[in-house]
């Protein structure tokens, strides 16, 4: 067995000064595969079906089966085996919490630790490890063994410092969960908010107004408000590209692996401009293109747009974001569904309903603020994940 060079981790808590000793995971744990459970699946069932779809989307997908045909316990681990080149699922882990619940599936190994091993402590220790990610060729699937799961060598500590550090990792887990759902109830809560902010489609009055707004909305078309902008740029090979990102996750730099056609024509975009993306219309790809970007190029299959005095850029944003519009309007255009392109004149003669220019003015700050929350909230998480990274880093050898 190679010897690991540190034997003892960068960050420990008080009262722990023992070298943490080397181990393979056969020494520590029992190992065993799951079970096929095609034949005895049943959705109303008793017992979920531990598969890797199961693992990867941290239970959100879950199928069920009144046969306990592999039955896996209270502090027992389940691993993913097998996934595709490159995939997010290989060697992560699912720790169990009670018994009589769960049944596992092919492919997916049980780990059980012996009573010196805290199974908190492994679960953290094993999860995603590189060791388990190297067998990963990214040409084929990954078809992890059971010796190559066995053979897994690291460093543990004693078993009540293996409590504290599952202890510590377990209630930033739970501090970043909360995080991440007060997120998504912003994200909830605006899309709610805002579809009722708008009329419905065929109506002229929204369901939900600010105070002192009764007037009705005028029905009137996009191409009033809009003048496609087309300031000749440089070519493929030499223009800063900038690119719209899917649903509606805002106007970025395009990383590109190979260098752009230098008989393309680009065109120069400039902070401020709505922009959308031809072919992913369907797929909310829309923005406003921000001040870091000024200057930034794109093709007319991305083209950009000045937007009128008479319209507020944020209200324009919201109304166009919306599911009702874009799915509607980009389902009943002109072309093939496969690869639909919304060319500029077609979206010039989709209708939006508008408001008086106070109450665009009302509704896009309202959005605005909604979104600075969203914001906020968003780098909360991202610093406790972090945190997570860095105690990870420094907490385990």
Do not use: C
Not at 63 to 71: A, G, K, L, S
Not at 157 to 172: A, M, N, S
Not at 338 to 363: C, G, V, W, Y
């Amino acid at each position: 067995m190679k010897k690991l060079e540190k034997s003892v981790p960068v960050i420990r808590f008080k009262g722990f000064s023992e070298a943490w000793e080397q181990r393979k995971l056969r020494d520590i744990a029992n190992y065993r595969n799951g079970k096929a459970h095609e034949q005895v699946e049943d959705e109303d069932g008793k017992y979920t079906i531990i598969n890797s779809k199961f693992i990867s989307t941290n239970g959100k997908v879950q199928r069920y089966t009144n046969e306990q045909v592999e039955p896996i316990f209270d502090g027992e681990i389940a691993m993913v085996l097998s996934d595709l080149p490159n995939g997010k699922a290989l060697a992560k882990l699912f720790l169990v919490k009670e018994d009589g619940k769960y049944t596992l599936n092919q492919r997916i190994a049980g780990i059980t630790p012996n009573e010196n091993i805290d199974p908190i402590f492994l679960n953290f220790r094993m999860n995603r490890n590189n060791y388990f990610l190297k067998f990963d060729s990214g040409v084929t699937q990954t078809n992890l063994s059971k010796s190559q799961v066995e053979n897994f060598i690291a460093l543990y500590p004693t078993f009540d410092e293996q409590y504290k550090i599952g202890l510590f990792f377990t209630q930033l887990d739970d501090t970043i969960a909360l995080h991440q759902r007060k997120l998504d109830t912003l994200k909830l809560m605006k899309k709610g908010l805002l579809q009722q902010m708008f009329p419905k489609r065929g109506e002229n009055i929204p369901k939900i107004r600010f105070d002192d707004f009764d007037d009705i909305w005028e029905q009137r078309i996009l191409g009033e408000f809009l003048k496609e902008s087309k300031i000749k740029g440089s070519n493929g090979s030499l223009a800063k590209k900038l690119t719209v990102k899917l649903w509606r996750k805002g106007v970025v730099p395009k990383e590109e692996i190979y260098t752009g056609s230098s008989a393309t024509q680009y065109y120069i975009r400039k902070t401020g401009q709505f922009i959308y993306g031809k072919l992913d219309f369907l797929n909310q790809a829309f923005g406003i293109i921000p001040l870091e970007l000024d200057g930034y190029e794109s093709t007319l299959d991305s083209p950009a747009f000045d937007i009128e005095e008479s319209i507020n850029e944020t209200f324009l944003l919201e109304y166009v974001s919306l599911a009702r519009f874009y799915k509607y309007q980009g389902n009943i255009a002109n072309g093939s569904r496969r690869a639909k392109r919304i060319h500029t004149d077609t979206f010039f003669e989709m209708p939006i309903p508008l408001p008086n220019s106070n109450e665009q003015q009302k509704i896009g700050t309202f959005s605005r603020q909604i979104d600075d929350l969203i914001a906020l909230q968003q780098n909360k998480l991202e610093k406790l994940s972090s945190l997570k990274r860095f105690y990870l880093k420094n907490m385990f050898i």
